[in-house]
């Protein structure tokens, strides 16, 4: 497959979406990363690819699914992730009824929170009786992301609903990982109502402030692994030195 020209390092909002489960749980993590470039690995790379391939997907929906073939050919994406993002594409205009409203690569803010919080939707569907649906893709396979509490899926849904007023009777939030899967299944849903949903603005606003301080805590966990900063956080290198020192017994 004939990769996109990319950049070597993105920029990233400090406070993303992507990374929040990160700076939440280790809020020391974000002084920490301060002047570091954002470097693009290669599963990130073709993650991004796939992410374009179903965007181009959803946004000419209308087309025939033959043209939309043809043209995605030219593209050079490969039978794999045209296959993947196929199978994302059909379960989300599933759920899209002919009254709703679906956005897709969408723009959304939480700056009422803080200014540096702001990140890009995959998808969203406004479902006329009231359900607001957050689709996140995910085309990884190393590791199944879970959908209950998912803080990426609840800033972007909190997003939206400031945005329209909070006129949502209920919100679902949805991951699409088609080649990792919980329990059997690449699609997972967790349904909350919006009352719910608003619980979280002080929990990240608890996030915001504890990042702000110099002496936030620093924790290990699943988040170190895209953590720019771990080869010199202090935690991951203990963590280092301790099994290299058991591995030498």
Not at 119 to 145: C, E, H, Q, R
Not at 175 to 203: D, S
Request: hydrophobic share 35%.
């Amino acid at each position: 497959m004939k990769l996109m020209k990319t950049e070597t390092t993105i920029k990233h909002a400090k406070l993303s979406a992507s990374g929040s489960e990160r700076w939440l749980q280790c809020p020391g993590s974000i002084l920490l990363s301060e002047g570091l470039p954002d470097v693009e690995s290669d599963a990130a790379k073709e993650g991004t690819i796939a992410h374009e391939c179903l965007e181009f997907l959803l946004k000419n929906r209308k087309h025939s699914l033959s043209k939309l073939k043809i043209d995605l050919k030219e593209k050079d994406y490969s039978p794999e992730m045209l296959s993947y993002v196929l199978d994302s594409r059909e379960y989300i205009l599933h759920r899209l009824k002919t009254e709703d409203t679906l956005l897709c690569e969408t723009k959304v803010d939480l700056t009422f929170i803080a200014p540096e919080m702001f990140g890009t939707i995959d998808a969203a569907i406004f479902s006329i009786g009231g359900k607001l649906t957050v689709f996140d893709f995910k085309y990884g396979k190393g590791k199944a992301v879970e959908v209950i509490n998912n803080t990426q899926l609840i800033y972007y849904a909190l997003a939206l609903a400031h945005k329209y007023g909070y006129k949502f009777k209920t919100v679902e939030l949805v991951i699409l990982q088609p080649r990792a899967l919980i329990k059997g299944r690449w699609a997972r849903t967790y349904k909350m109502p919006t009352n719910e949903l608003k619980k979280w603005i002080p929990v990240f606003k608890r996030g915001v402030e504890e990042t702000l301080n110099p002496w936030a805590q620093l924790n290990d966990g699943p988040w170190c692994f895209f953590c720019k900063a771990k080869q010199k956080c202090p935690i991951t290198r203990d963590k280092r030195l301790e099994n290299d020192f058991n591995d030498d017994d």
